[in-house]
């Protein structure tokens, strides 16, 4: 499904819109998204937010908005979108929960038409409409950041923010977004540093994917920011001679300079979704009665499996069928471990939110990963190839020899063995019980 939003000449009636995105957690995403929204309507601008990121990192987390409404309610028709509006600080709107736009393409159509009718009448009362889309890897995420006029990426000095972004990129321009992105280079130590930060990227996107980036600007490191982040205030709240209020200012200026000499978009993010809806039933209504063909090429397949595969996790699936999709997944990945299928990996749990994980499961998974790693590196003493010609103890992984029988009997055999029992052991006392049920 291509990504390139509708465009015709500026038209002063309609807002100008711009997604934040870029790399994985703690990139400042989020945090260039809401000063920048409070500093464009401090300038005497009409700024709406909409909130498209989740968790405890969110806009509407870090202003305590806790209303009660968002648009997932407006779509699930509860109430109108102008009526789940949070203000802030200089008549700042922010609308929470932006990310259920995602839901709109499963939903009936005239309904989520509607709801998107009303949400496109809201955007023209505003100057300025900026999108949170986090790091908006996944197809949804990919359509929060082709509904707005500009794409403006986040990075850091952190090589891993370069090759996430990179990464967003490819995926935009694989799925037919023309639009060259800007980017912000975040806590750079001077400008030396963020000219070169961008130069390596821009040159990587030049010799790879053919196309060329636009430079937006660079937000310093200091105290103040650090500041910030502790106390929860914005430093687009500071008088405007600070240095770190001052500096988002500048990157107002450069980002109205910049969509000045761009095609606005017709219909802002609501009329995008919009077409995207209209596109599929259009599509949907033409093969209805038409036998289903497969992609040609290589690519167009495994785009339309990802399409698929990111339709279905984003419901409600049965545990049990998950776990099978994602073992069999990693299985694939696992045929194949060379440098691309290890950046891969590496790039995949980059871009996870942990910083959305409950503290006792974060600590778990921190725990797994010291434990994986242990497992990867072999120690100095030993030969790889004599452990690989070592036999294993079994024919095939305990987990594998077990399948699961009642729950009640599960939870009596948990019962019986010690608190501080070990998996392995767990499962050693289940398989000798015979058939390996219980």
Same mark, same amino acid.
């Given at each position: 499904m291509a990504l390139d939003p509708d465009t015709d000449r500026h038209n002063s009636s309609h807002p100008r819109t711009v997604a934040i995105t870029g790399g994985g957690s703690g990139a400042g995403k989020t945090a260039v998204a809401l000063n920048l929204g409070l500093t464009l309507a401090r300038q005497g601008n009409r700024v709406l937010?909409?909130?498209g990121d989740i968790g405890p990192s969110s806009v509407s987390a870090r202003l305590g908005l806790e209303s009660g409404k968002d648009l997932a309610g407006a779509l699930e028709g509860h109430f109108r979108p102008d009526e789940a509006l949070a203000k802030t600080d200089y008549d700042l709107a922010v609308l929470p929960g932006a990310a259920a736009l995602r839901h709109c393409l499963d939903m009936d159509q005239r309904d989520a038409m509607n709801t998107l009718q009303a949400l496109? !009448?809201? $955007?023209?009362?505003? !100057?300025?409409?900026?999108? !949170?889309?986090?790091s908006a890897m996944d197809l949804s995420g990919l359509h929060m950041v082709a509904s707005s006029a500009l794409a403006c990426m986040v990075v850091t000095p952190d090589p891993e923010t /370069?090759?996430?972004v990179f990464s967003l990129i490819r995926q935009l321009k694989k799925r037919g977004y023309r639009r060259a992105p800007g980017v912000v280079v975040n806590m750079a130590s001077g400008v030396s540093q963020a000219q070169s930060i961008f130069q390596r990227l821009d040159g990587a996107v030049g010799r790879h994917l053919g196309d060329s980036l636009h430079y937006l600007g660079a937000l310093w490191r200091d105290e103040t920011l650090r500041h910030s982040d502790v106390t929860g205030v914005p430093v687009a709240m500071l008088p405007v001679s600070d240095p770190s209020?001052?500096?988002?200012?500048?990157?107002?200026?450069?980002?109205?300079?910049?969509?000045?000499?761009?095609?606005?978009?017709?219909?802002?993010?609501?009329?995008?979704?919009?077409?995207?809806?209209r596109r599929r039933h259009k599509k949907e209504s033409f093969h209805k009665d038409e036998p289903v063909e497969r992609p040609v090429s290589e690519e167009q397949r495994l785009s339309a499996a990802l399409d698929e595969?990111?339709?279905?996790?984003? *419901?409600?699936?049965?545990?049990? /069928? *998950?776990y099978d999709a994602f073992n069999r997944f990693f299985a694939l990945l696992g045929r194949s471990l060379d440098a691309d299928t290890i950046e891969f990996i590496q790039t995949g749990l980059a871009v996870?939110?942990? $910083?959305?994980?409950?503290?006792?499961?974060?600590?778990?998974m921190a725990a797994h990963l010291r434990h994986l790693a242990d497992q990867i590196t072999a120690p100095e003493d030993e030969n790889p190839a004599e452990l690989a010609a070592v036999p294993a103890e079994t024919s095939a992984p305990l987990f594998?020899?077990?399948?699961p029988g009642e729950? $009640?009997?599960?939870?009596?055999?948990? *019962? $019986?063995?010690?608190? !501080?029992?070990?998996?392995?052991?767990?499962? *050693?006392?289940?398989?000798?019980?015979?058939?390996?049920h219980f």
């Open positions: 937010l909409l909130d496109a !009448d809201l $955007e023209r009362a505003y !100057d300025y409409v900026l999108v !949170d889309a986090g /370069l090759k996430q209020c001052r500096q988002f200012h500048t990157l107002a200026d450069m980002l109205a300079v910049r969509l000045s000499r761009m095609p606005a978009t017709k219909a802002g993010v609501a009329g995008y979704w919009q077409s995207v809806i595969l990111d339709l279905l996790l984003g *419901r409600q699936l049965d545990p049990m /069928l *998950r996870m939110p942990w $910083e959305n994980m409950q503290p006792g499961d974060r600590q778990h594998d020899r077990i399948s729950q $009640e009997r599960l939870v009596q055999a948990l *019962r $019986e063995q010690p608190a !501080d029992v070990s998996l392995d052991q767990l499962l *050693r006392v289940l398989a000798s019980h015979g058939t390996g």
